[in-house]
């Protein structure tokens, strides 16, 4: 009897000895069950865990508590869409502070795309399509379809700045130019598949991507931000409905590129220069470059076309004086190898002298 009275009471006193540990561990104000609660997570890398307050080692975002999550989850304002896009805070470049998701996404058919007013390679290029672009798009942009682009550079990249760079290029409503936090931005490059892996080769680092979808449909495509324009705006306007019927790619590509394809100079000036300039249609967002090579020299002509941000540098006066007449933009170096440069440069002759041709032809009759 005395033995089993000693079993009970020593089995009462573990108890309370474990009681008393567990309490002491435990800050003031906290139970055991909120303590075992504490586990924080990173909403965008689920498996990066941690029992303390920081921030995720991939993305930078602020990682939540794990209990947190599951209240957030019973929101009725959540969403798939919602949840898929940064909610971030950006500012335009009018200085207007809005929501990435609330007030620029949701229910609306966008082009999204990160570029950087300082760029010397692709963002010059890219910018002049999508202006292309929202010219075939015509009054449909600002009312069915939005175009975004965000900066990748903001400490450079500020509201005036972006004001500026889009007034340079003509850009008309429904195009709206982006800047804010850089961890929010790159929170908004990794989420939505628009950043880069470095590339050696690249001097730039920036791949142009163009991201369009429809967050009403919840139908996405990321594309590039080159590709063939009267493709892309057949893409845009399946996603706005206009045309219901589906699209046979193969065939828009084809039909797109017809014109592109008659030689190689003549798809080199329809890839990388016809979205600011003509041989002779008149200036565009650079000079109308018919006759061209007759009026500059031909190694002036290589250099302008290779590395146009070096004759700048060097304050070539030519290059200087151009520069400053068509509001400084920024040519962009095209990447094109030398043979490549002497085929475009052939190419323009043979259509000055075309042009020429077909305007005497016209007088004539």
């Not at 550079?153 to 409503?173: C, M, S, W």
């Amino acid at each position: 009897m005395i033995r089993k009275y000693a079993k009970v009471l020593l089995l009462a006193l573990l108890m309370f000895s474990i009681g008393l540990l567990i309490n002491s561990q435990v800050p003031a104000g906290v139970s055991f069950a909120q303590q075992q609660a504490e586990e924080y997570s990173c909403p965008m890398h689920p498996e990066v865990k941690s029992n303390k307050k920081g921030s995720c080692p991939k993305c930078g975002m602020t990682l939540k508590q794990k209990s947190a999550e599951r209240d957030s989850a019973t929101s009725s304002d959540v969403s798939s869409s919602s949840s898929h896009f940064p909610n971030v805070e950006l500012i335009t470049q009018d200085g207007k502070k809005v929501r990435f998701y609330d007030d620029l996404i949701k229910g609306k058919v966008v082009a999204i795309e990160l570029m950087y007013t300082t760029c010397k390679y692709n963002c010059p290029l890219e910018t002049a399509r999508l202006v292309q672009l929202q010219k075939m798009l015509g009054d449909r942009m600002g009312k069915d379809v939005f175009f975004y682009s965000i900066t990748i550079e903001p400490e450079i990249d500020t509201p005036q700045v972006l004001k500026a760079y889009a007034e340079k290029y003509h850009i008309g409503p429904g195009w709206t130019f982006l800047t804010g936090k850089e961890a929010d931005i790159k929170l908004i490059s990794k989420k939505l598949g628009l950043d880069s892996l470095p590339d050696v080769n690249d001097p730039d680092g920036h791949t142009p991507h163009l991201l369009i979808g429809n967050d009403a449909t919840g139908l996405w495509m990321r594309n590039s931000g080159l590709d063939n324009t009267k493709f892309l705006s057949m893409k845009i306007e399946q996603l706005i409905g206009y045309r219901a019927e589906t699209v046979d790619v193969a065939t828009a590509n084809q039909a797109g590129t017809v014109k592109l394809n008659l030689d190689k100079g003549a798809y080199l000036f329809a890839t990388r220069c016809a979205a600011c300039h003509t041989i002779g249609n008149g200036d565009k967002i650079g000079p109308d470059l018919l006759g061209v090579t007759s009026v500059r020299d031909l190694n002036w002509l290589r250099r302008t076309i290779s590395e146009p941000d070096k004759l700048i540098a060097e304050k070539d006066p030519i290059a200087m004086a151009l520069f400053k007449q068509y509001k400084e933009v920024q040519m962009p170096r095209l990447g094109l190898a030398e043979a490549d440069v002497n085929v475009l440069i052939d190419f323009m002759k043979r259509e000055t002298a075309s042009f020429r041709e077909r305007k005497k032809a016209g007088t004539q009759n």
